[in-house]
């Protein structure tokens, strides 16, 4: 038989136009197809939506013209995507078909186009010899998402992390009994699913690891379903033991940048002992991400302009605070403009000032000169003699010394004034951090030529 698989619809306001042609286009795919019965694996919408709102008005449409043409099975997502309770509306919305909305742990058979379901998690005996006698076509075993609010609540809260795997193992272990069962009838068996498989991938390329995720594989596979239809994770996705088959389908539409692989819904071909899944692609959207490490490179950003086409795209980089203007993000929004959407996201990273480390912890400017020193990289010896000049001399004196020392140095030539003046061979560059020489200084009182040691500078 085959089955249609769509999952993480995410209809919402913010993203209609792409989970609806997404959405219309495998329907109507699946319906040309001629998919016997429609799976729908979770995260129909993605947040709670008003009764007026367009999305969940056309999701309601769309599911109402899919059950005209094949019967449906929703199956409760993730809570806050699809608050319980959301799914009840679309038991209405069947035609000619019904709509199954599976929201707790149990099985269903689908036997002469009606759903019988199973009053408990798994068929009990009775139930069972009435569903061997009506000769299904296929039986769901589904596993919604299991709320771990209450599960912690009846498990306690240290427990309920890991334990909350075993407890599904263990079903999973029990559903398996009845699926063999069913399996020797000559009845296909299906499981449905919405969480995460531990080792699976996610559509941005993380391995889920770890102990706190639903399932393990082989928890899945001992449920003994020919096919196990997963949704959660966005990214396409399939495990295959023994002929039968663990798909995740993947999300109906691209939904984020840097999503990776195809993206489209499952047509599956499942019968009593094995199972296949064909991807069939959607018109998702294209969407590019565009990454410097620096300021953007104009000339590539030019490049990748021409090339992008109707894509969305996003271009991030990085640049210091204070080169931030010169990049001209005009321009690069103008160079997208034939893009059908452009995200533009800098970086500016703060300039910090270092404080030479140390310095506030010295006790007197001298020393705290001399550690200053060290961290700057400037002789001590002549800086620390002109501390000394200050703290100890009157100005007068001070230049009256300088003017002596400048009478002894020998009349340069013109030539080597013009090359080497020696009076300005001490006065620093603007830009060099290094002390300005207090024979520079002199001018004012000596306090007042020591303000440039108090300052932040010191600041621990
Ligand atoms: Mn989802």
Request: a negative charge; charged letters at 20%; hydrophobic letters at 45%.
């Amino acid at each position: 038989m085959k089955i249609a698989h769509f999952s993480d619809l995410h209809y919402s306001p913010d993203r209609l136009d792409e989970a609806d042609r997404c959405f219309v286009f495998a329907t109507h795919d699946a319906i040309m197809r001629g998919a016997r019965i429609a799976v729908v694996s979770g995260d129909s919408t993605d947040h709670r939506l008003d009764a007026h709102s367009p999305a969940l008005i056309t999701l309601a449409r769309r599911i109402h013209r899919l059950a005209a043409s094949m019967p449906v099975i929703m199956l409760q997502g993730t809570f806050s995507h699809e608050p319980p309770g959301t799914l009840d509306i679309f038991a209405l919305m069947g035609s000619t078909n019904g709509v199954f909305i599976a929201n707790r742990i149990q099985q269903v058979a689908f036997a002469n186009g009606r759903f019988l379901a199973s009053s408990g998690p798994v068929f009990n005996e009775r139930e069972l010899a009435q569903v061997l006698a009506v000769q299904p076509e296929a039986v769901f075993t589904c596993l919604p998402t299991v709320n771990k609010g209450q599960f912690a609540a009846s498990v306690g809260a240290l427990a309920a992390a890991t334990d909350l795997g075993d407890v599904l193992a263990t079903y999973l272990v029990a559903s398996g009994q009845v699926n063999a069962r069913l399996r020797e009838a000559g009845i296909a068996t299906v499981g449905i699913s919405h969480g995460t498989v531990v080792g699976c991938e996610t559509e941005h390329g993380v391995t889920m690891a770890g102990l706190d995720h639903e399932f393990s594989l082989s928890a899945l596979f001992d449920a003994q379903c020919s096919a196990f239809l997963l949704g959660h994770i966005h990214k396409y996705q399939s495990w295959e033991r023994g002929g039968h088959l663990i798909a995740y389908a993947g999300s109906i539409g691209r939904f984020h940048f840097g999503e990776q692989g195809e993206k489209g819904y499952l047509l599956w071909e499942v019968d009593t002992h094995s199972a296949s899944a064909e991807l069939v692609p959607t018109p998702a959207r294209r969407m590019v991400c565009i990454d410097f490490d620096g300021p953007p490179d104009m000339e590539r950003l030019a490049q990748f302009a021409s090339d992008a086409g109707d894509a969305f795209v996003r271009v991030r980089w990085q640049v210091d605070e204070e080169h931030r203007q010169s990049v001209d993000r005009a321009a690069i929004e103008a160079m997208f403009a034939n893009a059908q959407g452009v995200k533009i996201e800098p970086r500016i990273l703060p300039v910090v000032r270092s404080r030479a480390q140390g310095i506030s912890l010295e006790t007197s400017v001298d020393a705290k000169l001399k550690r200053w020193c060290e961290v700057a990289n400037v002789g001590a010896a002549p800086a620390l003699e002109r501390l000394q000049l200050l703290e100890t001399g009157d100005a007068n004196a001070i230049a009256d010394a300088v003017l002596a020392q400048l009478d002894q140095t020998p009349v340069a030539t013109p030539l080597a004034l013009v090359v080497r003046p020696p009076a300005a061979a001490a006065i620093p560059s603007d830009d060099s951090p290094s002390v300005v020489p207090p024979a520079q200084r002199v001018s004012g009182a000596s306090g007042e030529a020591l303000d440039w040691l108090e300052g932040d500078l010191f600041a621990a």
